[in-house]
């Protein structure tokens, strides 16, 4: 069979990538919770299979791992929630707090602008107008997300439990897509790609229980109030690359002036965050995760704008794992090696701008022999 011309092949990559980005937006619904499934299923599988060893039945082989999980989310659940009502009940306090904050700013405008305190005040009740109008918009909805939730917290057990059933149905369903003489090329994508994703999940429920044992406790010894709730919310929101450290700061910062009516507790939060955060992307986290997944930063930050874009929060979470599994697919490939250094962070010896041996990922020896 001819070989297509490479300006054709690069056209249906361009068309096929523009099709796969249309179908996750059109049916977010309901992709998500079987690409959720899937991760959480590779998670569990050691377990599985652990069990299986030792010669548990298949189906409770299945099911413990998944109750342990449950188990796990909830107590997570929790936590939140009691420290949610422990916020809530100094609800008093927390607004005299704010007052006297937006009393202090009030000031700080008047003398360093010509706008009077009475102007101010009808800005912000106007601006409250407007906040209480939007948020009735987003009430009138709610029920409909809040339905959405529970299906998609609903169907996750049901799609794990299916996944794993069903495994080798779907492992011969992808070998079957390939000639014999590939079979080992798969077989060792596969292996990377559970390996991968195993080590990369595994490390962020570890990353989540000691970042919230570790900010919380911290702040909790310099007398910083709410200090377990700032810790768990850094904790989650520190899963998303990058943006989610930043919304992590605001929210810890915010909570902590809602709680004090001084500025050392703010300064202390963004401290020991700061500190927190360099020890847990220096040194904690690279020894859980290890060095297998070399996706840089561009390629990161891109894949979580438009993973929330197209699902919400759950594409942020997932966007990095989905990433990596497509790293792992594109440099087992022939035709889609350059898409695999596209997402990876292995920068050339020297610019292929003047050397263009350093333009392939891989140098053949033996052809750059001969062309000598």
Same mark, same amino acid.
């Given at each position: 069979?001819?070989?297509?011309?490479?300006? =054709?092949?690069?056209?249906?990559?361009?068309?096929?990538?523009?099709? +796969?980005?249309?179908?996750?937006?059109? &049916?977010?619904?309901?992709?998500?919770?079987?690409?959720?499934?899937?991760?959480?299923?590779?998670? *569990?599988?050691?377990? !599985?299979?652990?069990?299986?060893?030792?010669?548990?039945? $298949?189906?409770?082989?299945?099911?413990?791992?998944?109750?342990?999980?449950?188990?796990? +989310?909830?107590?997570?659940?929790?936590?939140?929630?009691?420290?949610?009502?422990?916020?809530?009940?100094?609800?008093?306090?927390?607004?005299?707090?704010?007052s006297l904050h937006l009393h202090s700013v009030s000031d700080w405008i008047s003398s360093h602008s010509e706008y009077s305190t009475k102007e101010q005040t009808d800005f912000i009740k106007e601006k409250s107008n407007d906040l209480m109008n939007f948020a009735g918009g987003l009430a009138s909805g709610a029920a409909v997300t809040l339905s959405s939730i529970f299906i998609f917290v609903g169907l996750l057990p049901i799609y794990v439990y299916l996944i794993l059933f069903y495994k080798d149905i779907l492992l011969r369903f992808i070998f079957m897509w390939f000639k014999p003489h590939v079979h080992s090329r798969v077989k060792d994508a596969i292996y990377e790609t559970e390996s991968i994703v195993k080590?990369?999940?595994?490390?962020?429920?570890?990353?989540?229980?000691?970042?919230?044992?570790?900010?919380?406790?911290?702040?909790?010894? !310099?007398?910083?109030?709410?200090?377990?709730?700032? %810790?768990?919310? !850094?904790?989650?929101?520190?899963?998303?690359?990058?943006?989610?450290?930043?919304?992590?700061?605001?929210?810890?910062?915010?909570?902590?002036?809602?709680?004090?009516? $001084?500025?050392?507790? =703010? *300064?202390?939060?963004?401290?020991?965050?700061?500190?927190?955060?360099?020890?847990?992307?220096?040194?904690?986290?690279? @020894?859980?995760?290890?060095?297998?997944?070399?996706?840089?930063?561009?390629?990161?930050?891109? &894949?979580? +704008?438009?993973?929330?874009?197209?699902? %919400? =929060?759950?594409?942020?979470?997932?966007?990095?794992?989905?990433?990596?599994?497509?790293?792992?697919?594109?440099?087992?490939? $022939?035709?889609?090696?350059?898409?695999?250094?596209?997402? &990876?962070? $292995? @920068?050339?010896?020297?610019?292929?701008?003047?050397?263009?041996?350093? @333009?392939?990922?891989?140098?053949?020896?033996?052809?750059?022999?001969?062309?000598?």
């Amino acid at each position: 069979m001819q070989e297509l011309p490479l300006t =054709v092949r690069r056209s249906i990559e361009l068309l096929g990538l523009a099709l +796969v980005g249309t179908i996750f937006v059109l &049916g977010a619904g309901i992709i998500m919770p079987v690409l959720t499934a899937f991760f959480l299923s590779l998670l *569990l599988y050691p377990a !599985f299979r652990f069990l299986r060893k030792h010669k548990v039945p $298949e189906v409770l082989a299945i099911i413990f791992p998944i109750l342990l999980l449950i188990i796990f +989310v909830g107590l997570i659940g929790w936590f939140f929630s009691s420290q949610m009502g422990m916020l809530m009940g100094d609800f008093p306090q927390i607004k005299k707090n704010v007052s006297l904050h937006l009393h202090s700013v009030s000031d700080w405008i008047s003398s360093h602008s010509e706008y009077s305190t009475k102007e101010q005040t009808d800005f912000i009740k106007e601006k409250s107008n407007d906040l209480m109008n939007f948020a009735g918009g987003l009430a009138s909805g709610a029920a409909v997300t809040l339905s959405s939730i529970f299906i998609f917290v609903g169907l996750l057990p049901i799609y794990v439990y299916l996944i794993l059933f069903y495994k080798d149905i779907l492992l011969r369903f992808i070998f079957m897509w390939f000639k014999p003489h590939v079979h080992s090329r798969v077989k060792d994508a596969i292996y990377e790609t559970e390996s991968i994703v195993k080590n990369y999940l595994m490390g962020l429920l570890i990353q989540v229980t000691y970042m919230t044992i570790l900010l919380g406790g911290t702040l909790f010894l !310099f007398g910083i109030k709410h200090a377990l709730l700032i %810790g768990i919310i !850094f904790a989650i929101l520190n899963l998303i690359p990058y943006v989610g450290a930043l919304f992590g700061n605001i929210i810890g910062v915010l909570l902590t002036l809602t709680s004090s009516t $001084e500025i050392w507790p =703010v *300064l202390t939060v963004l401290i020991i965050i700061a500190v927190v955060q360099f020890l847990d992307n220096n040194i904690l986290m690279p @020894r859980i995760v290890g060095s297998k997944i070399k996706i840089n930063a561009l390629v990161s930050i891109i &894949g979580v +704008v438009i993973g929330g874009s197209i699902a %919400g =929060v759950p594409g942020m979470f997932l966007s990095m794992p989905m990433i990596a599994v497509l790293k792992v697919i594109f440099d087992h490939t $022939e035709i889609f090696k350059q898409w695999g250094v596209l997402l &990876g962070d $292995e @920068r050339p010896a020297k610019s292929p701008m003047g050397f263009p041996i350093f @333009r392939k990922k891989i140098i053949d020896t033996t052809k750059a022999g001969v062309q000598k």
